[in-house]
């Protein structure tokens, strides 16, 4: 049988309205209403042993450790944020057991992390556990946008003390695709903590899709891309250094070395633009012999060997990825567009006959990937059914 919590303030009147048949106002929840006590020096200290106990334990997930702690505090003092914020926490756990979860405990675990900010506001854990209620809850906009105002109340904090904050608030902004917002809090975090791995992907993330679309005046913009770009391919490195098996971190920093060289070309600058296709190209041949078995790596060494005009390589490339993955969309369809564009380096026409029928074959397999695992739009898929009926 579950074990609900004992009753605090709070869940004695979701309780109470439980049993009327009414859901809790969690936006009613006042700490107005909570008691002040005045602590012995016994007290004080043994509060301060159950709160780090909270903390710990919500922190591992050991949620039943975590409420009896978290009751043990509030029983001896009723104002303590930190306990009622773990509370909270363990109240949603509680409530996701059941399917629909219970929407009595939900909303008493609410009312509780809404008593805890209202109790400690300046508390970078009790904002942090506020963030994370709201995230785990499914509202991610609304944890995003407390996660910020907690920041905001909380500059007096230390960096350490603040630095769990930091990290759910940049990845909640990365997550909702905002990763302009994202990358001063992510950035942030990781000066705090930077052996986070999969901070450091979410970092580069952000700065490659920032890349990706150059804002301002075409030159300082493509340049200020350009950077953004390279500080992706450092920020996927160090992700791939901490998780050395980590294959999409290892193929992001070659992603983003192609991504600086496409920029550098687009400023006319070549001596940059062959540095980065070189630093990709290098990338990719490692993550090739660390994992032999990827199609995907073979892929983006087809891309590296098209943009350095190594026509045959690119050939080579794609066909090694189809080896590996013969549904594999883009290997299809870049293998059928660079045949049929039918160009040695030397722009010598292609002489072999069997080069329509391939680029036939590549092109109905792509239509099958697709249809299996659909990655293509309706112009693409269009374009494609009118090149096959001749069109």
Known sequence: MLHLPRVSVILGLAIAAGCAGVSPRPEAATAATLPQ????????????E???????TVVMRRYDEA?????????I????????????MVMLQRARLQDPADLMLANGGEAETRLAEQLAPEDPFVGWMRAVFLAESGHISA?????????????????????????????????????????????????????DAAANFRLGSCLLRIAAVPMGPKEKADLIAQNSADDAARAFARSFELAPGDEDAALAVGTAWLRAAELAEARRDTATRDQRLEAANKQFEQVATLF?????????????????????AAEAAYGKALEREAQHLGALLNFAALLEDGRRQDGAPAEDPRTPQRVRELLQRALEADARRPGLTDSER???VKRLKGA
């Open 143 to 195: 944890a995003a946008a407390a996660a910020d105002e907690a920041l905001a109340r909380t500059t007096k904090a230390t960096p350490e003390a603040r630095a769990a904050l930091l990290g759910v608030a940049g990845t909640y902004r990365y997550e909702l695709g905002e990763e302009r917002a994202a990358r001063p809090l992510l950035q942030e975090y990781l000066s705090i903590r930077p052996e």
């Open 382 to 384: 269009t374009r494609i």
């Open 77 to 88: 003092e009723p104002r303590c944020a930190r306990a009622r914020a773990v509370l909270g």
């Open 67 to 75: 409420e009896r702690a978290a009751h043990s505090a509030i029983a």
């Open 37 to 48: 006590v005045e602590l012995s020096a016994a007290q004080s200290k043994r509060l301060s």
């Open 50 to 56: 159950l709160v780090d106990t909270c903390v710990q």
């Open 292 to 312: 032999p078995n990827s199609a995907e790596v073979m892929f983006r060494l087809g891309l590296t060997a098209e943009r350095r005009g190594d026509r045959a």
